[in-house]
């Protein structure tokens, strides 16, 4: 039966070489979430950053806690918040694959549809960089990660109140960007009017 | 799941990209890291796997350099070895083992210019890739100017050539031989269609020649190899041999019809340089020099009493620095910039520099 992550963290204050084990079990999820909101070569240099952070704050860490994910998860995003030119630089890379994708997958009769999915994901991109990084956060840990309510609370050290309030405002940008509403202009200027409203 | 936030999850990168295994060289590598820096193994982390010999490089702006040096080429820094000044950042990129530091331009940081500035390079990188295909693509679409084409050179290596964002000129370079051990053919769009048969000949013969398990970079050559330009070349040989010395590695000395040397190699503590005239690679320091060669050696007390001895210019004295070494500056006679060091202290992380 294998150790709990809070009975390693606790361990790992006596024996810090037990901090091994928590690396052994997270790198590889924490290396994926580096990569898909970054530029994949800083996926490394972040990775190392988050594990040492991690392990000179380990003693905060509430030992009660059987996992130690959405801690982890909290430490990478606050890692992420000096690389946001490079995220909005990789949304809109992945924006322009996807839509080159939808152009090239789609029979001749849906041309037209594929038009639009073509203005779709740059659009979506777009709005997703304007987003303040709070409400892009909460939404991508939830839509990318598949992180639970309550554990992107744990992870932003927010209310899950908070993070329900965040992600619907996040969704409802991403409604507002349907092919058929034809406001898209809008979306982004609101967003960029509202600014980034971080602490 | 299917609801209004379907878009946003499509737009993951690795639904859209076939989704690789992470590389487990990098959690290794990375692990690694971790648990000598929680061992405290990692003290003194600027010096640790730190070749005997690497390059510093000049910059006005250090932290834009950083930002390209490791988006456009690859590089990866040393995040704890970093060491923030109010007059600049130091900071120490890696690839593979070999590694390049880089900082502020000054005249009072050890009179080092930025090609910006000078305009001239002193000395030129050669950094040994394990791609170099993918690294040429890469540079290119970062920005990078080439100024070298990709190309496929007699003396067995596929190579280009960049000028950073500051004028600083890199070199990349892999072996032909592990090109074709990885089973990839250079890309013909590449070659070099002015080759001259004998050259392709000549090219040929090094491939057969070489094992067939070469490694990369070319046994006894560093990753990262410093190409210093001298005016004088066969002068430098003895000035270096006789002041610091080193040891010319004769059979790669290349003489001219008139019989001046063009250039050569020279071994440096267990690793090696070359040097050469001035050429479109870079000049002599006559307007600024724009890096500094940073060496161990295994007694830089005896080493510091010999370079004294002999003549040679010492800019700071042998001291103790913060950082855990015992270190010297001395220049050379047409101007290039040396620090000699021993690492003798390993100092804790965090340690305000």
């Given at each position: 039966m294998d150790d709990s992550d809070g009975e390693v963290i606790t361990r790992s204050l006596a024996d810090p070489t037990a901090f091994g084990t928590l690396f052994d079990r997270y790198a590889a999820m924490l290396f994926r979430f580096f990569v898909r909101?970054?530029?994949?070569?800083?996926?490394?240099?972040?990775?190392?950053?988050?594990?040492?952070?991690?392990?000179?704050?380990r003693s905060t860490f509430d030992a009660s806690r059987t996992?130690?994910?959405?801690?982890?998860?909290?430490?990478?995003?606050?890692?992420?918040?000096?690389?946001?030119?490079?995220?909005?630089?990789r949304l809109r890379?992945?924006?322009?694959?996807?839509?080159?994708?939808?152009?090239?997958?789609?029979?001749?009769?849906?041309v037209a549809a594929a038009v639009d999915a073509r203005e779709l994901w740059p659009q979506l991109a777009e709005a997703i960089a304007d987003l303040p990084a709070a409400e892009r956060d909460a939404l991508l840990l939830f839509a990318w990660e598949e992180l639970s309510y309550d554990e992107i609370a744990l992870a932003l050290g927010v209310p899950v109140g908070t993070v329900r309030s965040r992600l619907n405002r996040g969704r409802g940008r991403l409604r507002e960007l349907a092919p058929s509403s034809g406001e898209e202009p809008s979306t982004v200027s609101r967003a960029a009017q509202r600014g980034d409203c971080d602490p | 799941m299917t609801d209004d936030l379907d878009p946003l999850r499509q737009l993951r990168p690795d639904r859209l990209l076939s989704d690789d295994p992470v590389d487990p060289q990098i959690l290794?590598?990375?692990?690694?890291?971790?648990?000598?820096?929680?061992?405290?193994?990692?003290?003194?982390?600027?010096?640790?796997?730190?070749?005997?010999?690497?390059?510093?490089?000049?910059?006005?702006?250090?932290?834009?350099?950083?930002?390209?040096?490791?988006?456009?080429?690859?590089?990866?820094?040393?995040?704890?070895?970093?060491?923030?000044?109010?007059?600049?950042?130091?900071?120490?990129?890696?690839?593979?083992?070999?590694?390049?530091?880089?900082?502020?331009?000054?005249?009072?940081?050890?009179g080092l210019h930025s090609?910006?500035?000078?305009?001239?390079?002193?000395?030129m990188v050669n950094v040994y890739v394990d791609n170099v295909d993918a690294h040429y693509r890469k540079a290119k679409a970062e920005g990078a100017r080439i100024v070298m084409d990709l190309e496929d050179m007699f003396w067995g290596d596929r190579r280009y050539e960049a000028l950073d964002p500051e004028g600083h000129r890199w070199h990349f370079g892999e072996r032909l031989s592990d090109i074709r051990s990885r089973g990839?053919?250079?890309?013909?769009?590449?070659?070099?269609?002015?080759?001259?048969?004998?050259?392709?000949?000549?090219?040929?013969?090094?491939?057969?020649?070489?094992?067939?398990?070469?490694?990369?970079?070319?046994?006894?050559?560093?990753?990262?190899?410093?190409?210093?330009?001298y005016d004088d070349v066969g002068s430098a040989i003895g000035w270096l041999t006789e002041v610091f010395g080193f040891g010319e590695r004769t059979e790669a000395r290349h003489v001219a019809g008139d019989g001046t040397i063009g250039r050569t190699q020279m071994h440096v503590a267990d690793s090696l340089i070359t040097i050469g005239e001035p050429s479109i690679h870079g000049d002599s320091p006559r307007r600024g020099v724009s890096s500094m060669l940073y060496v161990y050696v295994n007694d830089v007390g005896a080493h510091y009493r010999q370079a004294q001895a002999a003549g040679a210019t010492v800019v700071t004295e042998l001291d103790d620095r913060?950082?855990?070494?015992?270190?010297?500056?001395?220049?050379?006679?047409?101007?290039?910039?040396?620090?000699?060091?021993?690492?003798?202290?390993?100092v804790a992380l965090g340690h305000d520099h």
């Open positions: 909101r970054v530029d994949p070569s800083a996926a490394d240099g972040l990775l190392s950053d988050v594990f040492r952070i991690a392990f000179e704050r996992t130690a994910r959405p801690w982890l998860y909290g430490i990478a995003t606050n890692v992420l918040a000096k690389h946001r030119r490079s995220e909005a630089r890379a992945t924006a322009a694959l996807a839509a080159r994708r939808a152009f090239q997958d789609d029979p001749a009769e849906r | 290794a590598r990375e692990r690694d890291r971790l648990m000598s820096t929680i061992t405290g193994t990692s003290a003194g982390a600027a010096n640790r796997r730190t070749p005997s010999i690497y390059p510093r490089l000049a910059y006005q702006d250090e932290r834009a350099a950083l930002e390209f040096l490791t988006r456009a080429f690859g590089f990866r820094e040393r995040r704890e070895a970093r060491m923030e000044h109010p007059t600049g950042m130091l900071a120490w990129l890696e690839v593979g083992d070999g590694v390049v530091m880089i900082g502020r331009a000054g005249e009072n940081l050890h090609p910006q500035e000078s305009g001239q390079t002193t000395m990839s053919d250079p890309d013909d769009q590449h070659r070099d269609p002015r080759m001259s048969e004998l050259n392709q000949e000549k090219m040929m013969s090094a491939i057969e020649q070489a094992e067939p398990t070469t490694s990369n970079p070319p046994s006894g050559s560093p990753r990262i190899l410093a190409h210093l330009i913060p950082w855990g070494d015992r270190c010297y500056q001395a220049i050379d006679p047409e101007g290039h910039q040396w620090t000699f060091a021993q690492h003798v202290r390993d």
